[in-house]
Structure formats: structure tokens, C-alpha cells
């Protein structure tokens, strides 16, 4: 498990290093003078000058990159143009957000997906189950925005029942604030609660074709037995493993639904980035969401292992 | 795919009729694109201030916008659109992955290196990718294909890949090898003939995802510019009205589910009829 662990945590950093290369060269490949990017338009030659020299862009491309991914190891990001700040204290901002709207996804695609994927697996082949499975390609198929402005529509405009958008923190309001996030995580939650019907269906439907779940039966146990113990519990490691790479997936998707309801979160902060041309938060966000991507990817690849002693170590 | 017909080629229809409505609507859809000018009602670009934000009726089927635009009209302009993006992302994925992905198998060493690259650009979520790619290339139609083009040369080049490892390790294909077959042989004769199903399959589904991709890089206002008329524009500009006009919101977005939709219908029906090997790659369930 160790050498196993080492071997796929090494692999993850020479990616990472690749990637942090990438994320380099971006500054590099925006159109226009990088001492420009950095600085605005409003630069005066004194600051030109000073960051220049700071940036050491005299010297040789590689030692750039060097200085660029020491800074970053230590937290350093480089300066927001727009908010004059560090980078990271400005994506710092927009993290409690984030995380709740993520963490809320989550729990809205665990209660929806799980049980009616199970459900439709247990009546395989039933109209049940076809109209079940149709409904999930269905949500897969619509735009997120699109859900959210009709959620909007619905329960902000005509009925008035939730916030239509904004968040206040809830370290500020209390925990009723959250009532600002249900409509958009659960149009966040459309997509993926599909995604993991149709993946707990299938999965479930591969485990009940095993061997050790005819004994069970053949044994006499209780069909809903067999479902419970045998069956959904061996499919529950495909979808915990799941679930990791959905959660990772939410930090780029959620970039349209923070932008719909208006919620000052990261996916909003690279939007207004983009049209405001603050390059150098761009860039932070990408690099953290890159990190944070790999990480969870090698935690849920790592503990799918550990969790399934039949999984092959190579 | 070799040569017995149309009936061969509908097989994996007839026998479902829903995935038969969903070729239908797809059909549909390129006659509208093709067609615009003669079934569009109206001209999509006339304005006419005097019948702004008016609900569908008799004269307008889908209503007028804010600036009295005939909806329908604009939502059949639309389908151009859709089908370019469509089919640009398509052939970019395509003409992209299928190499790496075929020359990665054949040639162990290049494909350590090449999957490699494919790893790294992995390691950005798709829509994150988009958006830097764009804000290097700049916002517009072209741009849009290759930003979101680059997301799915990734999954194509893997799953092409897989498929050709399997191929490589079939009797016949070591037959050809042992005899002589030079690689360009293999293949032109070998490998790609029996790609021919698995491509047509990730197409479908690539081609869907591109639709929603597309639509939301216009709705950030990131994709085609807002005066080319598309589904994912027409939503963009219908978002303040959505009280007054909702109809403004419902029609676009019900085009952009319809094709999406269609296009998994006919992705699923497709892949049932694969080989159970291959499906397998799509994560095909029984």
C-alpha cells in the first residue's frame, strides 16, 4: 500500500509541476506586454520599472518560472490589479462561499441520487426504471443557468419564498443565511444528481451479477436483505469514489451558477476577472483549483484502495 | 459499416422508438439550419420597436424580444449556430485525439510522453480550461470550438487509446504484424475500421456536451458575439426580462435540452449496439 500510495502521490506532482508550467506560460500568452498585464494600463514607469525588476524579467525564462513557483509554494500569488491586494487574500474571499455551495450540492446529489439510482436498479428493465433512467439523461441534458433562472423565476420572483441572489456570510447573519444558497445549489445539483443515478444504478446492477449475491438468495435471505447488505454496500465504494470527482468537478462548474445568483464565490471572482482583465487573479484561481483537483483526485483514488482490499496494488 | 445499407445503418433505432424521435429531432434541427432563410417567419434581425416583449400569439408563435425581434425566428437562426459549434467541436476532438490516441498505442514510448500531456490538461476542470483558453484567444465563435474542443481532446484520446491497446492485442492484428504489415498497413486496414462504431458514439455524446459548453460561454457573454443569434445569447439577453417575458427564457432553452437531449438518446442507442469490449469505455451499463 505504501510504495503503492508514494508511487501514485509522486506521479501526481510530476503533473502538477507540468501543470504549474501551463499556468505559467498563461501570463506569458495573454496577449501583450506581461509588465502590462501585471500592472494595468495606469502603470507609471517608477512601478514598471520596480516590478521588472522584482519579477526579474531580464533574466532567463526558466529562472522567471523558478522565482514565479517559489513565491507560489510560499503563498505568494502576486497582486490582484483590480483590488490592489495579494491574490490570495482576494480568492480567500470567496472560499466560505464556495465551500457551502459545494458542501450543499453534495448533500441535495447524495439524497437525490443515491436512492432513485437504487430504486432504479431494483426494478431493472421495469417502466419504472426506463422512466427513471430518461429523466436523469433528461437533467443531464439541460444548461444549469437555465434551471436557475427559472428556479428564480419560480420561487424568488412569483412566489417569493427564497433570496433570488447575493450571500450574506453567515458568520454575519447567523445560519439562516443558507436560505441564500438552496436554489442555487440545487440547480448546481441537477446535473450530478443524474450523474450519480445513473452511476449507482449501474454499479448496483454489476454487483447483483456477482456470485456471492445468487448464494445469498439461493441461501433464502430476504430480497431486501440481499439489497442492503449484499449488494448496495458492495456498489457504495463506485459511488463513494464517485463522489470525489464530482465534488472536484463543482469547483469549475459552479464558475455559471455563482455567476446567475449573483453569489461571491470563486466561479464568480474568474468571471469578473476575465471581463475586468485582472490576469493575475485568473491565474491564482486556476492554479489553486488545479491543486485542489489533483488532491482530491489522489485522496479518493488512495482511499478507494484502502477501502477495497480486492483492488490490485501494482 | 460495411456497405449493407441504411437498414443496417438504422438498427439501433428501430428497435427503440425513442431514440428514433431523438434522431428525428436531430434531422430536424440541420433542416433548420440549412433551411433558415425559408422557414424563419421572419427576418431575425428586424427590429420593431412598436411590438417589443410581446408573448407568443397568432403572428409571433414564440413572442418578440426587447427590441421587438421575432423569437422563433431568431431561434431558428439559432440552429446554425448549434450545428457549427457542434461539429466544430467534433472535428477538433476528433482530429486531435484519434492521432494521439492511435499513435500512443502503437508507439509505447511517444504515448508515455503524449499521455502524459493528456494527464496535465486533465488536471484542469473543462470549463476552467474554456475560460483561460478564451481569455488568451479571445472571445468568438472559432475560439469557443477550440476552448471547449480542447476539453474533449482529452476523454477522446483516451478512450482511443484503450480501444487501440485492445485492437493491438487481437489475433488478427498480431497475424498481420507476424506477417510482414507494415504499421500505416495496420492502421488505415486494422485499427481504424473498427474505431469507426466507437467514434460515432463519442461523437454523439461530445457533440451534446458541446451544445451545453457553447451555451455557456455565451450566457458569460465569453463565446459568439451577442449580436449573432444563438441559444445561448438569446438566453443571455433574456435574463433581465424574465418577469415580463418569460417566454424569452423558455423557448432557447427548451431547443438547447431538445438537442442535447436527442443527441444522449442517439449517443445511448448507439453504444448498446457496440461490442460488449468496447462499451465498456463508455461506461456502458447492462
Not at chain 2, 448549434?82 to 472535428?91: D, F, N, T
Not at chain 2, 483558453?133 to 476552448?147: D, T
Request: hydrophobic letters at 55%.
Amino acid at each position: 500500500m505504501w510504495s503503492y500510495a508514494l508511487k501514485r502521490g509522486g506521479a501526481t506532482a510530476v503533473t502538477l509541476v507540468a501543470a504549474s508550467v501551463v499556468i505559467f506560460a498563461f501570463i506569458h500568452l495573454v496577449p501583450g506586454d506581461p509588465i502590462y498585464i501585471l500592472l494595468g494600463d495606469t502603470a507609471t514607469p517608477d512601478q514598471i520599472d520596480a516590478l521588472r525588476r522584482q519579477l526579474g524579467l531580464d533574466q532567463p525564462i526558466i529562472v522567471q518560472y523558478l522565482r514565479w513557483a517559489g513565491h507560489a509554494l510560499s503563498g505568494d500569488l502576486g497582486r490582484s490589479i483590480f483590488f490592489q491586494a495579494p491574490v490570495l487574500s482576494v480568492i480567500a474571499d470567496g472560499v466560505e462561499t464556495s465551500t457551502l455551495l459545494a458542501s450543499m450540492t453534495m448533500i441535495w446529489v447524495l439524497l437525490i441520487g443515491v436512492p432513485i439510482g437504487t430504486i432504479a436498479a431494483m426494478r431493472h428493465g421495469s417502466w419504472l426504471d426506463q422512466c427513471l433512467s430518461g429523466a436523469a439523461m433528461l437533467m443531464a441534458s439541460v444548461p444549469t443557468f437555465w434551471v436557475g433562472l427559472y428556479l428564480i423565476l419560480v420561487f424568488a420572483a412569483w412566489l417569493g419564498w427564497l433570496p433570488s441572489s447575493g450571500y450574506p456570510s453567515i458568520f454575519e447573519g447567523g445560519i439562516a443565511n443558507l436560505r441564500y444558497l438552496i436554489l442555487p445549489s440545487l440547480t448546481l445539483a441537477a446535473p450530478n444528481a443524474a450523474l450519480i443515478l445513473r452511476l449507482t444504478r449501474a454499479s448496483m446492477l454489476d454487483v447483483s451479477r456477482e456470485d456471492y449475491v445468487r448464494t445469498a438468495r439461493a441461501k433464502g435471505i430476504r430480497p431486501w436483505q440481499v439489497v442492503r447488505r449484499h449488494i448496495l454496500r458492495n456498489a457504495l465504494l463506485t459511488i463513494v469514489s464517485a463522489f470525489g470527482f464530482t465534488f472536484a468537478a463543482l469547483l469549475s462548474e459552479a464558475v455559471v451558477t455563482e455567476t446567475v445568483f449573483a453569489l461571491p464565490g470563486i466561479g464568480r471572482l474568474v468571471v469578473q476577472s476575465i471581463l475586468r482583465r485582472d490576469y493575475p487573479v485568473i491565474q491564482g484561481v486556476i492554479l489553486v483549483v488545479v491543486v485542489l483537483y489533483l488532491a482530491i483526485n489522489l485522496v479518493v483514488d488512495l482511499s478507494y484502495r484502502l477501502l477495497d482490499p480486492r483492488v490490485e496494488l501494482q | 459499416m460495411n456497405g449493407r445499407g441504411t437498414a443496417l445503418l438504422l438498427a439501433p433505432f428501430t428497435a427503440r422508438p425513442i431514440a428514433m424521435i431523438g434522431l428525428s429531432v436531430l434531422l430536424a434541427m440541420v433542416v433548420a439550419a440549412l433551411f433558415a432563410p425559408l422557414l424563419a417567419p421572419y427576418d431575425p434581425y428586424a427590429l420593431d420597436p412598436a411590438i417589443r416583449l410581446t408573448p407568443p400569439n397568432a403572428l409571433h408563435w414564440f413572442g418578440t424580444d426587447q427590441y421587438g425581434r421575432d423569437t422563433l425566428s431568431r431561434a431558428i437562426y439559432s440552429a446554425r449556430m448549434a450545428l457549427l459549434i457542434g461539429a466544430g467541436v467534433v472535428s477538433f476532438a476528433m482530429a486531435t485525439g484519434v492521432p494521439i490516441g492511435v499513435l500512443s498505442a502503437l508507439f509505447p514510448r511517444l504515448g508515455h510522453v503524449l499521455m502524459r500531456a493528456v494527464d496535465v490538461l486533465m488536471a484542469f476542470p473543462s470549463l476552467l480550461l474554456a475560460l483561460g483558453l478564451i481569455v488568451i484567444l479571445g472571445p468568438s465563435v472559432a475560439n469557443s470550438i477550440i476552448a471547449i474542443g480542447a476539453a474533449y481532446l482529452t476523454t477522446t484520446s483516451r478512450i482511443i487509446y484503450g480501444l487501440t491497446l485492445r485492437l493491438r492485442a487481437e489475433t488478427y492484428v498480431e497475424a498481420a504484424r507476424s506477417m510482414g504489415a507494415r504499421t500505416p498497413w495496420l492502421i488505415t486496414r486494422h485499427i481504424l475500421p473498427n474505431l469507426v462504431s466507437p467514434l460515432l458514439v463519442q461523437a454523439s455524446f461530445v457533440f451534446a456536451f458541446a451544445q451545453l459548453g457553447a451555451a455557456s460561454l455565451d450566457f458569460l457573454g465569453l463565446g459568439a458575439s451577442p449580436d449573432i443569434p444563438s441559444w445561448g445569447n438569446m438566453l443571455a439577453e433574456s435574463r433581465t426580462f424574465i418577469t415580463r417575458a418569460p417566454w424569452l427564457l423558455f423557448f432557447p432553452g427548451m431547443m438547447i435540452v431538445l438537442t442535447a437531449f436527442s443527441l444522449n438518446l442517439v449517443g445511448d442507442a448507439l453504444r448498446d449496439r457496440l461490442d460488449p469490449r468496447f462499451r465498456e469505455m463508455f461506461g456502458g451499463e447492462g
